[in-house]
């Protein structure tokens, strides 16, 4: 979306109509102007209540993302974090994946309203809503190569199984190697990208796309079941702190798994796993698929799976998951 696009929603309330004339005059450009940038709003999933002769109204407020209000949430953890929003970014995780290579710090949080080609795992993209979802990536440098980082993405699901639960929402579930659902819907996606050599130092740019509350035109446009957490604890949220709720558990998350890798959190993934001891089809990327039974996770991430040839291990990155018949 333009930068106009923004500045006008930061003055549209959701019970007050506004003339483009008046928004127009306020922000010192034409009535075209404030035309075109609201033109191509809906495609972010938001649409205004529009009245000729009265204007332009929100159908509802928006939550704006603002880095005093995450930060009193994060109260004494505020200073680990270094905060970085914007109104829109082609993709959190590439823009950070560039700074990581130019130095930016440890916990380096890069947060955007809303994302022009946001990213899913095996290139798929992540659709989200302005003031309805979480994007944002997150920076963290360890001392270990990259070879002891499987297991990351599921650590980070772990993290983000805490956060929600603190929020009220109850059976939440993890999809090898990078989801979270609900009922079979999904609530939120994991990307994980990484530098660094296979003996240290590394980093890894740790990508989230959670759902807070999913507008109907945005669940036509995804080719999956999709649910957000208004759906599922049924009472308003602050997104605010949502996200300081995700940055404070991935903090304990990411420093159990920097000084004990994934094994001390395997038990408590597998108590959350949506296809544990369950029959599960594997799709390969050379377009091969293994069948079998989900019969749990190694300490380093990989699924293990029963198959009529024997168990069978599968590394994190390399297969999709569906619920066998």
Not at 219 to 231: F, H, K, N, Y
Request: aromatic letters at 6%; hydrophobic letters at 40%; one cysteine or more.
């Amino acid at each position: 979306m333009k930068p106009l696009t923004f500045s006008i929603l930061r003055l549209l309330s959701h019970d007050t109509f506004q003339s483009g004339e008046a928004l127009a005059h306020r922000l010192g450009v034409s009535r075209t102007s404030i035309w075109q940038a609201l033109e191509a709003l809906e495609e972010t999933g938001l649409s205004l209540q529009r009245i000729r002769g009265r204007g332009y109204r929100l159908p509802r407020p928006i939550q704006w993302l603002e880095a005093e209000r995450i930060t009193a949430a994060l109260g004494a953890k505020a200073a680990d974090f270094s905060l970085d929003i914007h109104d829109h970014l082609p993709s959190t995780n590439t823009l950070l994946m560039k700074q990581a290579q130019e130095g930016a710090a440890h916990r380096t949080c890069l947060l955007a309203e809303t994302q022009g080609a946001g990213r899913g795992r095996q290139g798929k993209r992540w659709r989200s809503s302005l003031g309805g979802s979480l994007t944002f990536s997150l920076l963290w440098r360890f001392d270990q190569g990259v070879a002891a980082l499987y297991g990351l993405s599921l650590a980070v699901g772990i993290a983000l199984v805490r956060a929600l639960h603190t929020e009220g929402a109850s059976g939440i579930a993890l999809k090898w190697p990078n989801d979270l659902l609900h009922h079979h819907r999904k609530l939120a996606g994991i990307l994980i990208e990484l530098q660094g050599d296979a003996l240290g130092p590394s980093a890894a740019v740790i990508g989230i796309g959670l759902n807070l509350e999913v507008p109907d035109l945005l669940r036509q446009q995804v080719d999956q079941p999709v649910t957000d957490l208004g759906a599922i604890t049924g009472r308003p949220f602050d997104r605010n702190r949502v996200l300081a709720s995700v940055l404070l558990h991935l903090g304990d998350v990411l420093e159990a798994f920097e000084n004990q890798g994934f094994a001390a959190l395997r038990d408590e993934w597998l108590r959350h796993h949506a296809f544990h001891d369950k029959p599960v089809r594997l799709s390969m990327p050379d377009g091969s698929h293994w069948e079998g039974r989900a019969v749990g996770i190694a300490d380093d991430g990989a699924l293990l799976v029963e198959t009529s040839q024997g168990p069978r291990r599968f590394a994190s990155g390399e297969v999709s998951l569906r619920g066998g018949a």
